[in-house]
């Protein structure tokens, strides 16, 4: 029936990539994607989306059927009996239940205002079983319907709020900016750059934030990351949370212990203060915030050449450093060499939109790959989701009509890899590209204990081509950068669902985090 009325609906292989993908296209275009799902199985797999949205500030929405109330409710044993409003509630931004037919106009308004006003993220809506089977006049069910007007108002910051953090940055000698996808997800590209400028500030990009203003921009400091966390005396974010993808702004990585002031632009208030004290609170709109600032900049001071040369005599040291490990033949392929060539081609197709998770597969391209326009870069998100890849892929693709190319860890593509069927189905110019290292983090783990393989490895050769060939889509294999460079560049060129299976050493990885060196038999042993 929705078909029938011209609404596009995409139906998935399971519900949380289907899930994955409204949040993305909440985020690409500032309305709530919406996910549909059956009941209890099928909210559930979508749930995690769900939360993963509301994580991240991305708007969508979650519709689920459900069974009826009253057996629900008196816990009769109904088919998919659950209380999903129950369950929903505590992971979402808001959760409504709808249970008469004039009231799902009222339902659906609500839902849409609370996924994109103040800060964006997940809402569930309801739909009982006897909903769907009620009926009501056409002319009044018309009626009823609701026009969302300024679902999203703009939320100025106080004239005293932008005074105050302009006292701060003035005082700053080595100041930073910070801009998170919150930025990028305001989408006023031009005024972001003319802040930037303005200030003459360094600025380093969280990974989704990456290209806003091009990663050759003469004053990112990507590159230079850890001397301007450690060295900078007053930091300024925007649309990023100093959560622990920037150590809650403590550590020696900050240089701790250290006096840093901090100004901060967010839509949420509750955001002020959270992880470190904040000098400077500016709540409001990012677009509202930052022309409110650039209009009382006149005769801006930039910092010292002492700070700004400082950097950038760093950040070109380190790309100077790191080029030689890119442009390297390797075979098997390490993640640099295969990395370069795919750096390469981004620099060559900047409209094209990276998708990328993994551990390694996901740390390095994050450094590795540059970024030249905003929102190009899409990945796992504040909690560091492992099976995005997919559903963000087909969405990504299918809002903005440009070429994807998802870069996958092997383990990370087994969460969602069955879309793509899906990616062929619909005919989508996505590559996917799997980092084929035989297992989690590496592929030479042992189990010194017993017959089973270890826990982080997989079958080696393993021939993920074959899944896309099977539905009709290009599979190759590339064992080295050159190999790799020359199936993507073809997959670019005709646009067809390929993936290419990237045979990875499996000794070239390290684990995440180094986590391991926490374990206190590690700490025994070692003494
Ligand atoms: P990152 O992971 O890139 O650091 P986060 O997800 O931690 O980014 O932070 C994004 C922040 O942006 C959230 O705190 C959210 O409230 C904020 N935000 C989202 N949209 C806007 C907007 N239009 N104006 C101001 N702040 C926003
Ligand atoms: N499950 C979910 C949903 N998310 C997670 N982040 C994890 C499990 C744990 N996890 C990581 O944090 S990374 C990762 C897992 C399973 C996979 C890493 O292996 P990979 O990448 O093959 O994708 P590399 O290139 O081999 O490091
Ligand atoms: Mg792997």
Known sequence: MAQADGIRVLSFRHESNAGNAAAI??????????????????????????????????????????????????????????????????????????????????????????????????????????????????????????????????????????????????????????????????????????????????????????????????????????????????????????????????????????????????????????????AGPLVGDIESCLTALVDRMDGWQKPSQEWTGAVRAKVEANVARMAPKLANNNVPMDFHGALGRLKKIFADHPDAILVNEGANTLDFARSVIDMRKPRKRLDVGTWGVMGVGMGTAIAAAVETGQQVIAVEGDSAFGFSGMEVETICRYNLPVCVVVFNNSGIYRGTDVNPAGDDPATTVFVRDARYEMMMQAFGGEGVTAHSPGDLERAVREAIASGKPTLVNAIIDPAAGTESGRIGNLNPQSVVRKK
């Open 25 to 278: 296209a909440g985020y690409l275009n500032k309305k709530p994607g919406v996910c549909m799902t059956v009941s209890a199985p099928g909210f559930l797999n979508g749930l995690v989306s769900l939360a993963h949205a509301t994580t991240n500030c991305l708007p969508m929405i979650l519709i689920s059927g459900s069974s009826e109330r009253e057996i629900v409710d008196l816990q009769q044993g109904d088919y998919e009996e659950m209380d999903q409003l129950a369950i929903a509630k505590p992971l979402c931004k808001a959760a409504f239940r709808v249970l008469h037919a004039a009231d799902i106009g009222i339902g659906v308004a609500r839902a849409i205002r609370a996924a994109v006003s103040g800060r964006p993220g997940g809402v569930y809506l309801d739909l009982p079983a006897a909903l769907l089977g009620q009926v009501m006049d056409a002319v009044e069910g018309e009626k009823s319907l609701v026009k969302v007007i300024d679902p999203a108002p703009a939320q100025l910051p106080a004239p005293e709020a932008v005074d105050r953090a302009l006292d701060v940055l003035k005082g700053a000698k080595k100041p930073l900016i910070i801009l998170g996808k919150g930025a990028a997800y305001a989408q006023c590209d031009d005024k972001v750059r003319d802040f930037v400028e303005t200030t003459g500030f360094p600025y380093i990009a969280m990974s989704m934030a990456k290209g806003l203003l091009p990663d050759d921009h003469p004053q990112y400091a990507g590159a230079a990351r850890s001397l301007v966390l450690k060295e900078s005396d007053c930091v300024m974010l925007i649309g990023a949370r100093l959560n622990w993808l920037l150590s809650h702004g403590k550590g020696k990585q900050w240089g701790e212990p250290h006096s840093k002031q901090f100004v901060h632009i967010d839509i949420d208030p509750k955001e002020m203060d959270s992880n470190q004290p904040i």
